[in-house]
């Protein structure tokens, strides 16, 4: 990713990219700091997301199938890989924070311009009507510039919740994945 870069400006990417995988890394939870293996269609999309590539991508499952870990992890393994871009996970108790009033433009504008959104357990709280019109919005931003945004849910189908505007543009060039199995935190891993 460096390769075309004079030494200097190559040493100056090179600390960037380690300032923010240190930064990603200190910020993770720590039950979401666990080592494990990616599924493979999360891997094959992180691979495009390194590239330049990603679409949205959707994780669906049961309570405690991982969706919230792959989302940190995903994130990570870019960064260590030397992705250049913005990420931010925000929990649907975040999202809610975000939108009450008075609402601060500038951090939805913020979340808008981000290259990776990643909206962590979406349907768990009560979608306003407020607070979808202010996710229509960041999303209608984010799809009209091809900027993925990451959504987990244990519900496929978010229609029902959001409404067909958002759940039309999180679908659009939508990699969905489900994950299955035991609740890890009921087997306390």
Known sequence: ???DMDDAESERQHRLAAERLARWTADTPPVFAREGHVHPDVAEWLDGLTRG????????????????????????????????????LLTSQQWKRAVTPPLDYADLDRLAGLSLLILDDLGATRISDW?????????DERWKFRRPTVVTSNVADVRSMVGERIASRLADDQLMVTLDGPDMR????
């Open 53 to 88: 590539r990603a679409t949205n991508l959707t994780l669906v499952g049961e309570p405690g199938t991982t969706k919230t870990w792959h989302c940190y992890r995903l994130v990570r393994e870019a960064l260590a890989a030397g992705w250049q871009g913005s990420a931010r």
């Open 131 to 139: 607070d979808a019109e202010n996710l229509l919005g960041v999303l």
């Open 186 to 189: 009921r087997e306390g891993r």
């Open 1 to 3: 990713m460096f390769d």
